[in-house]
C-alpha cells in the first residue's frame, strides 16, 4: 500500500468517524469524486441502506453534464435534494470523505442546501 493511499484511508476515516458522532439518527450525504465523474448517496446508517443516489452519469443529467465540473456538482446536489425530498428524508450529516470542502465538493454541498436539505 503506498503512503498516498495510507493518508487518504486515515482521512476518510477520521471523517466518518467525526459525522457517525454527529449524526445521532439522521442521514449521512456521502459524496464520491472521480476524475471525470461525481456520485452522492443518502445513507441511513441504523438500517444499512442507501435511501438515495445521483451522479452525472445518471440518465436525467448526463446529456447536462460537463465531466468534473463545478457545474455538474451542482446539478447532482440539486437532483439529490431532489430525491431525497421525496424518500422523506429534510436532514443530513455531509460526508465530504477524505475529500477537502472546495470546488466540485462545496458546489454540490451548496445546491443541496438550496434545494431544501439542511445539514
Do not use: P, W
Request: proline share 0%; with cysteine.
Amino acid at each position: 500500500m503506498t503512503k498516498n493511499l495510507k493518508q487518504t484511508q486515515r482521512r476518510r476515516t477520521r471523517t466518518r468517524f467525526a459525522v457517525k458522532d454527529a449524526a445521532r439518527g439522521r442521514a449521512r450525504l456521502s459524496v464520491f469524486r472521480s476524475g471525470k465523474h461525481i456520485y452522492a448517496q443518502i445513507i441511513n446508517d441504523d438500517d444499512g441502506k442507501t435511501v438515495a443516489a445521483a451522479s452525472t452519469v445518471d440518465k436525467d443529467l448526463k446529456a447536462q453534464v460537463k465531466s468534473g465540473s463545478k457545474d455538474s456538482a451542482t446539478l447532482v446536489g440539486k437532483l439529490i435534494a431532489e430525491r431525497a425530498g421525496k424518500a422523506g428524508v429534510k436532514e443530513v450529516v455531509f460526508d465530504r470523505g477524505s475529500y477537502k470542502f472546495h470546488g466540485c465538493i462545496k458546489a454540490l454541498a451548496d445546491a443541496a442546501r438550496e434545494a431544501g436539505l439542511s445539514f
